[in-house]
């Protein structure tokens, strides 16, 4: 609650003119919306660049912030916006690849056949591990939280975090190789 | 990559002032068409149409077109705000429309019914000043509110430029209710609804390709 109360008041002095406040508004917000875009966009897309154009998005339309309004909601329908596009431009994309390049569309099949086995072992692995490890895993590199983060959601030590992390990667390094 | 981007954003910051509520930039739109189709009306009316007021059904439907107009212009600017914008279309934009729609399909019926003769006159007649009134009056609105709301933030081009034409292609259709002399309501059906409903996705078509083009430009 602090800190959508600082981003409000941040966002107000950044049409005010204060250049070191949207700085800082900026900074979190793209550090905030990245694992967002990760979780929305899945391992596969960076989401460096849709953050790029809601950052623009955001710059464009600082005028239409209300200060009467909460700042996030208002924050995700630029953020919203900008994902619809890109999905839009994605599915024109794919469809393209399907309709002209059956070629490569072959390709593109095999090696979706290839990552589903690959999947699907993974998945068994992943249920191999205890239940701590397959949180502090599914924290870590699907949600994109930090250690500190996931410290904080699992209420124990960062080093337990590392820890835990640590003998999970081995664990599916071994099931894996075999 | 992106902590250029914010730097370069964050320096030279110059203030803005904080843009208008939807409600006061809709007021401002309305007033601003009156005065255009009060414009257009005057200028068709000096030189062939009959100025009249509206009356009995034709007033009904007249308030029905400003209520349509009006509410589609609060639309259009209320999708302009982040605040308030949403995905999807607002049906409630077009209810005043098929209301209008309704009450020329009723009044047709029942005359239908009473005078068969009388109620498809308009089909030996073409009228093609109606569509060409609504047209006149309704470009320079859309061409006012088009820059009027892309000062705001438009998320998503498709449902601001729909609610945009249809809001002023209802006043060019509200305008020609006090010129028209032809009253039965089919003619009102071919030649008063049917080129509102066509143009409406011609005119919306054409804003998202101009704004489209003009972001790319920019962009580039």
Known sequence: MGEMKNWEQMMVEAQNGNSMAYETLLKEVSHYLTSYLRYKLGPQTDPQDILQDVLMTLHRSRHTYNSDYPFKPWLYKIVQSRLIDFFRKERRSIDYRLTYEDESCEVIRAEAEISQIEITDFKKAVEKLSADQQKVLLALKLSGKSIKEVAQDLSISESLVKVTAHRAYQSLYRYLES | ?220
């Open chain 2, 1 to 220: 990559m992106n902590s250029e981007l914010i730097q370069h954003l964050s320096k030279n910051l110059k203030p803005v002032r904080p843009a208008r509520t939807p409600i006061q930039q809709s007021m401002i739109l309305i007033l601003l068409s009156i005065f255009i189709v009060a414009f257009a009306c005057l200028f068709w009316y000096l030189r062939k149409d009959e100025f009249h007021i509206p009356q009995g059904r034709s007033l009904l439907e007249s308030v029905l077109l400003f209520l349509a107009a009006s509410y589609g212009i609060y639309q259009a600017c209320l999708s302009t705000s982040p605040h308030f914008t949403s995905i999807r279309f607002s049906k409630k934009s077009v209810v005043f429309l098929i209301l209008w729609f309704f009450v020329l399909i009723l009044s047709f019926l029942s005359l239908y019914f009473l005078n068969q003769e009388e109620s498809l006159i308009a089909l030996k007649y073409n009228t093609w000043l109606c569509p060409l009134v609504i047209l006149t009056s309704s470009i320079p609105i859309s061409i006012i509110s088009y820059f009027f709301v892309q000062r705001g933030a438009v998320l998503f081009a498709r449902n601001t430029f729909l609610y945009l034409s249809l809001a002023s292609l209802c006043f060019g259709a509200f305008g020609l209710s006090f010129i028209c002399p032809w009253t039965d309501p089919l003619h009102e059906i071919l030649w008063h609804l049917t080129p509102v409903l066509l143009l409406t996705i011609g005119i919306a078509a054409l804003q998202i390709v101009i704004f489209k083009k003009i972001q790319k430009y920019f962009k580039g």
